[in-house]
């Protein structure tokens, strides 16, 4: 009864501000973390079960407990709590062995990349992730820098270390080269990118900020924008003109504009 009297408080503070329309989406409660991409969206809960979202419904994804779980070019990936690392392949998901990952991201142009615990940066290759279909072990990039949290698009890839910081940078899918970290202002514990490159972050008391001024020439955008919401948010991703949002108490938000 208590989740379900927090969802009316939601229901009853919809948000529309600065072009962006918002309401309580499908709800999984109590959601951990949301990932959107390719025009699909995957989330983990409290119990560390794996969804997919179908329609308006979420369906159970795999038997595997996972953490944290991502959707995009490169497929399903996600990693459990002793930092295994696994794709979904043909119903469900495959152990990926060669690196332990607390994060793991498919957003890229086919790349996957992640983080470890220690805030290690790990590259899996376009040509390597798009066809891995079977348990077995792959070599992984190390990249240089330490990152917390670490997110790719086409367009570029945004991370936040372990004092909040923000950087951006360009990964080659097929080689995981990287060019130079571009410091941005700001402080976040966590950077997600939509495929078309849009950037939010999420800082540690809750508010999400959008990035403006991105563009083929500025990749890496000129400001924050603050996205007002009525309750403090835990995690966010972007696809196709939808913000997904959880909030720290489990619920679901989606905002569109």
Same mark, same amino acid.
Request: glycine letters at 10%; charged letters at 15%; one cysteine or more.
């Given at each position: 009864?208590?989740?379900?009297?927090?969802?009316?408080?939601?229901?009853?503070?919809?948000?529309?501000?600065?072009?962006?329309?918002?309401?309580?989406?499908?709800?999984?409660?109590?959601?951990?973390?949301?990932?959107?991409?390719?025009?699909?969206?995957?989330?983990?809960?409290?119990?560390?079960?794996?969804?997919?979202?179908?329609? /308006?419904?979420?369906?159970?994804?795999?038997?595997?407990? *996972?953490?944290?779980? @991502?959707?995009? #070019?490169? +497929?399903? =990936? &996600? %990693?459990?709590?002793?930092?295994?690392?696994?794709?979904?392949?043909?119903?469900?998901?495959?152990?990926?062995?060669?690196?332990?990952?607390?994060?793991?991201?498919?957003?890229?142009?086919?790349?996957?990349?992640?983080?470890?615990?220690?805030?290690?940066?790990?590259?899996?290759?376009?040509?390597?992730?798009?066809?891995?279909?079977?348990?077995? /072990?792959?070599?992984?990039?190390?990249?240089?820098?330490? *990152?917390?949290?670490? @997110?790719?698009? #086409?367009? +570029?890839? =945004? &991370? %936040?270390?372990?004092?909040?910081?923000?950087?951006?940078?360009?990964?080659?899918?097929?080689?995981?080269?990287?060019?130079?970290?571009?410091?941005?202002?700001?402080?976040?514990?966590?950077?997600?990118?939509?495929?078309?490159?849009?950037?939010?972050?999420?800082?540690?008391?809750?508010?999400?900020?959008?990035?403006?001024?991105?563009?083929?020439?500025?990749?890496?955008?000129?400001?924050?924008?603050?996205?007002?919401?009525?309750?403090?948010?835990?995690?966010?991703?972007?696809?196709?003109?939808?913000?997904?949002?959880?909030?720290?108490?489990?619920?679901?938000?989606?905002?569109?504009?």
């Amino acid at each position: 009864m208590k989740a379900v009297a927090v969802l009316l408080v939601v229901l009853s503070f919809l948000t529309v501000s600065h072009g962006w329309t918002c309401k309580a989406g499908p709800q999984q409660f109590p959601a951990q973390q949301i990932d959107a991409g390719e025009g699909q969206v995957v989330l983990t809960d409290r119990d560390s079960k794996a969804y997919y979202l179908s329609e /308006s419904t979420w369906f159970e994804l795999g038997s595997v407990a *996972l953490k944290h779980v @991502s959707v995009g #070019p490169a +497929g399903i =990936w &996600g %990693v459990d709590s002793s930092d295994k690392v696994y794709k979904y392949v043909a119903g469900d998901f495959i152990l990926v062995n060669g690196q332990t990952l607390q994060q793991v991201d498919a957003g890229g142009d086919g790349q996957v990349v992640g983080v470890t615990s220690g805030s290690y940066i790990y590259c899996l290759k376009s040509s390597i992730a798009l066809n891995y279909s079977q348990v077995g /072990s792959v070599s992984w990039n190390e990249l240089a820098g330490r *990152l917390m949290y670490f @997110s790719c698009s #086409p367009l +570029g890839c =945004w &991370g %936040v270390n372990a004092v909040e910081q923000i950087f951006y940078t360009r990964v080659t899918p097929n080689t995981c080269d990287i060019s130079d970290w571009i410091y941005i202002p700001g402080a976040a514990l966590m950077a997600e990118v939509g495929t078309d490159g849009n950037v939010f972050v999420v800082n540690r008391q809750g508010p999400c900020f959008y990035r403006t001024g991105i563009s083929p020439s500025v990749p890496q955008g000129t400001d924050w924008l603050y996205i007002p919401m009525c309750l403090p948010i835990k995690h966010v991703s972007y696809d196709l003109g939808q913000l997904w949002l959880v909030t720290k108490g489990g619920i679901i938000m989606q905002c569109s504009n």
